[in-house]
Structures are given as C-alpha cells and as structure tokens.
Nanobody, 119 residues
Framework: QVQLQESGPGLVKPSQTLSLACTVS??????????WTWIRQSPGKGLQWMGF???????DYNPALKSRISISRDTSKNQFTLDLGSVTPEDTAVYYC???????????WGQGIQVTVSS
C-alpha cells in the first residue's frame, strides 16, 4: 500500500523560498504511469493544483505559479520536492503531495502539512 508523507518547515517568512519534501513508500517514483503532484488548500478556498513530476522526470506547473515554482525528485530517496519562491501570506495553506496514474486523477494523498507565511 502506497504512503506519502510531507515534510518541511511549518513557518516561512515572506519573500523566502518554501521547500517541502514528499517521501514515498510502497511504490517507486519510476513506476510507469505515475504523476507525483503537489496540491494546496488555502484557508476558505478550494484545492489548487500546483504541478507535477512524472515517471520520466517531466514537469508541468500551474501557469499562475510558473515563475516561482519548481518540482524535482531524488529517485535514490524515492522523494520529490516542491520549491516555491518569493512567498507571501497568500501562500499560507495546507500542502498535499499526491499520486495518480494521470495528471488529473489522484488515487493516494499524503496527510498534508500546514505552512504559514508570516514575519
């Protein structure tokens, strides 16, 4: 059974870079037909798709975030990471790492990690 676990700081200062990691167990990041995705939910708002990295290392990002987001992976650790630069309080959210067989379909979710952007 696959498990995803987010890790990283719970508090980030404005203008800094938010960096989160997702450690995967029970599956390999290089398994065929896998999209490893970051999704967030801000207070009082719906879910926002941020981007993914797929089986072959290809990436795609939400156009609204494209200038300041990067998703990468370390296959030796079976881990993928999110870097979001120049954060503001509007980036305060619960961040989820997610697995799916397609970029628009998700079958396993991490528990989520609360990140607050504040000075």
């Amino acid at each position: 059974q696959v498990q995803l676990q987010e890790s990283g700081p719970g508090l980030v200062k404005p203008s800094q870079t938010l960096s989160l990691a997702c450690t995967v167990s029970g599956d390999s990041m290089t398994t065929n037909f896998r999209y490893w995705t970051w999704i967030r939910q801000s207070p009082g708002k719906g879910l926002q798709w941020m981007g993914f990295i797929n089986t072959v290392g290809g990436t795609d990002y939400n156009p609204a975030l494209k200038s300041r987001i990067s998703i990468s992976r370390d296959t030796s650790k079976n881990q993928f990471t999110l870097d979001l630069g120049s954060v503001t309080p509007e980036d305060t959210a619960v961040y989820y790492c997610v697995r799916g067989p397609a970029w628009y379909y998700y079958d396993s979710w991490g528990q989520g990690i609360q990140v607050t952007v504040s000075s």
